[in-house]
């Protein structure tokens, strides 16, 4: 299957910092990709949907200037954790699309926020 | 409502086969996808389905659909150790593929 690469896989940052979190398709190209977060042991919440060239679309309760997103190029797109919060804690995973209706995850980025 | 409900736990000894099932709400799913997670890492597809299709069988995986009762199961047949994560069963919204509802997650545990 096709590979989706998320980085750093886990990060530590203190409160009122800002974190970017980068999700690459290594080897194909996805118009659209995807933001989830994962609290533990719980099932994936969908944050937002990620379109190239344009603004994302955000999930209803995701505040939008909290978690930036960019999709610059067909394959990357980024997520800015801006202000960091010890609430913010959490696994953040995104997946992309090749074609439907597969889609491909990354491995997660663990965030901890103190 | 865009409920998927699935069972928590499911412990089998190795070589036994394993059912894991899902129940969904959205009737105009046009795909159901089953993915597994190993701790600390991302999601794996590991199949996934087409609404009007009632069966699909991979290797060791086999997907049954009841598209009347909106039940979703995965069997694993010969379960071995390295299957032991936790199970997601996923149904894409409507007729949009692009985005999908993640079940509760079911953890398997396989003992030898």
């Known amino acids: 299957g096709a590979v989706v690469s998320q980085h750093p896989s886990w990060v530590i940052c203190k409160s009122g910092t800002s974190v970017k979190i980068e999700c690459r398709s290594l080897?194909?190209?996805?118009?659209?990709m995807f933001w989830y977060r994962q609290f533990p042991k719980q099932s994936l919440m969908l944050m937002a949907t990620?379109?190239?060239?344009?603004?994302?679309?955000?999930e209803q309760g995701v505040e939008k200037d909290k978690f930036l997103i960019n999709h610059a190029s067909l394959t990357l797109s980024t997520l800015t954790v801006t202000s960091a919060h010890p609430e913010d804690s959490s696994f953040y995973i995104c997946?992309?699309?090749?074609?439907?209706?597969?889609?491909?995850f990354g491995q997660g980025t663990r965030l901890t926020v103190v | 409502g865009e409920d998927v409900e699935q069972s928590l736990f499911l412990s089998v000894r190795e070589g036994d086969s394993s059912v894991i099932n899902c129940t969904y709400t959205?009737?105009?799913?046009?795909?159901l996808y089953w993915y597994k997670q190993e701790p600390g890492a991302g999601l794996q597809l590991l199949t996934y389905?087409?609404?009007?299709?009632d069966m699909k069988q991979d290797q060791r995986l086999t997907v049954l659909l009841n598209k009347k009762d909106k039940h979703l199961s995965l069997r694993i047949a010969d379960t071995q150790t390295g299957d032991s994560a936790i199970y997601f069963c996923?149904?894409?919204?409507?007729?949009?593929?692009?985005?999908?509802?993640f079940g509760t997650g079911t953890r398997l545990q396989v003992f030898p």
């Open positions: 997946s992309a699309s090749s074609q439907e209706p597969e889609a491909f």
């Open positions: 080897d194909f190209q996805a118009t659209t």
């Open positions: 990620s379109n190239e060239g344009s603004k994302a679309t955000y």
């Open positions: 959205d009737s105009s799913s046009t795909y």
């Open positions: 389905i087409f609404s009007n299709m």
């Open positions: 996923a149904e894409t919204q409507g007729g949009n593929t692009d985005k999908l509802i």
